[in-house]
């Protein structure tokens, strides 16, 4: 396990300040914002300037599948049918992959890949979860309590208005 608290640097929003050493508070849309240790796990943004004075384009997004259910997989995993940089997308900043992966690769494992295979979170290409996946994902998010982050949390329940959801690497 990482001493996540000595290898990440910390990247602060300038809205965020913090609440004590796990949460942060954002002021400008009032969400709350994972902190483990250093590094800010889970972020949003209120529009693309923001997204892009924070980091740029280095970030993996977290995005709803806009597709109707009826869509097939070949059609869902295509990178026709993707358009990054959503404002309602949530955002892993590029430095802290490795924690990402540390803290949830389990958790998000088994998303399918736009050759349509199945495995382990591709934080550098296209990982789809269906809707079961995503209740599954859901579930065991909220019974590790040391992982039952608010934001996620959140935006996973909001996702069950979808197709499920995409992790689209860097």
Request: with cysteine; proline share 4%; hydrophobic share 35%.
């Given at each position: 396990?990482y001493?996540l608290s000595?290898?990440?640097p910390?990247?602060?929003?300038?809205?965020?300040?913090?609440?004590?050493?796990?949460?942060?508070?954002n002021?400008m849309d009032?969400?709350?914002?994972v902190s483990?240790?250093?590094?800010?796990?889970?972020?949003?943004?209120?529009?693309?300037?923001?997204r892009?004075g924070?980091?740029?384009?280095?970030?993996?997004e977290?995005?709803?599948?806009?597709?109707?259910?009826?869509?097939?997989?070949?059609?869902?995993?295509?990178?026709?049918?993707?358009?990054?940089?959503?404002?309602?997308?949530?955002?892993i900043y590029?430095?802290d992959?490795?924690?990402?992966?540390?803290?949830?690769?389990?958790i998000?494992?088994?998303?399918?890949?736009?050759?349509?295979?199945?495995g382990a979170?591709?934080?550098?290409?296209?990982?789809y979860y269906?809707?079961e996946?995503?209740?599954?994902?859901l579930?065991?998010v909220k019974a590790?309590?040391?992982?039952?982050?608010p934001?996620?949390?959140?935006?996973?329940?909001?996702?069950?208005?979808?197709?499920?959801?995409?992790?689209?690497?860097?």
């Amino acid at each position: 396990m990482y001493d996540l608290s000595l290898n990440f640097p910390q990247k602060r929003p300038p809205q965020a300040v913090a609440l004590d050493d796990r949460f942060l508070y954002n002021k400008m849309d009032r969400q709350v914002i994972v902190s483990r240790g250093d590094i800010l796990l889970f972020q949003t943004f209120l529009s693309q300037e923001e997204r892009r004075g924070f980091g740029g384009s280095y970030f993996i997004e977290m995005q709803y599948c806009n597709l109707p259910r009826e869509t097939g997989i070949e059609r869902i995993v295509s990178v026709d049918a993707l358009v990054h940089w959503k404002n309602d997308s949530l955002y892993i900043y590029g430095d802290d992959e490795s924690a990402f992966v540390s803290l949830y690769g389990e958790i998000f494992a088994g998303g399918t890949y736009s050759n349509l295979a199945c495995g382990a979170v591709d934080t550098c290409g296209i990982n789809y979860y269906s809707p079961e996946k995503t209740k599954r994902i859901l579930k065991r998010v909220k019974a590790e309590k040391s992982l039952g982050d608010p934001v996620l949390i959140s935006w996973l329940e909001r996702s069950r208005a979808y197709n499920g959801f995409y992790i689209l690497g860097l």
